[in-house]
């Protein structure tokens, strides 16, 4: 089993920028491609960003290019999600996962943490 647990939600204002954590505990982390997810209220979870095993390979939504960077620590076991101009759209839960496959689709990926709530006010 992979934990992951995320962190540094909350609420900005539009134009803030917010970086998140995701903090793995159990099985080898750099086994792991890590990716960030998105949930807002009555829609369905969304690929936001994905980074794989060594770093050297990122991947974002389109919505994400340009405002997001995906990171990742793997001698700390937590990677990043740096997300800069928010705009109230970008209000969701944001959830960490990880595969044992590099994807960016949510079926891909075996291991999810709870997630951290952002909102973003106009």
């Known amino acids: 089993q992979l934990q992951l647990v995320e962190s540094g939600g909350g609420l900005v204002q539009a134009g803030d920028s917010l970086t998140l954590s995701c903090a793995a505990s159990?099985?080898?982390?750099?086994?792991?491609?890590m990716g960030w997810f998105r949930q807002a209220p009555g829609k369905e979870r969304e690929f936001v960003a994905a980074?794989?095993?060594?770093?050297?390979?990122?991947d974002y939504a389109d919505s994400a290019k340009g405002r997001v960077t995906i990171s990742r620590d793997n001698a700390n076991n937590t990677v990043y999600l740096q997300m800069n101009s928010l705009k109230p759209e970008d209000t969701a839960v944001y959830y960490c996962?990880?595969?044992?496959?590099?994807?960016?689709?949510?079926?891909?990926?075996?291991?999810w943490g709870q997630g951290t709530q952002v909102t973003v006010s106009s």
């Open positions: 159990g099985r080898l982390f750099s086994n792991y491609a």
């Open positions: 980074i794989s095993w060594s770093g050297m390979r990122t």
């Open positions: 996962a990880a595969s044992s496959v590099w994807s960016s689709g949510l079926d891909r990926y075996a291991y």
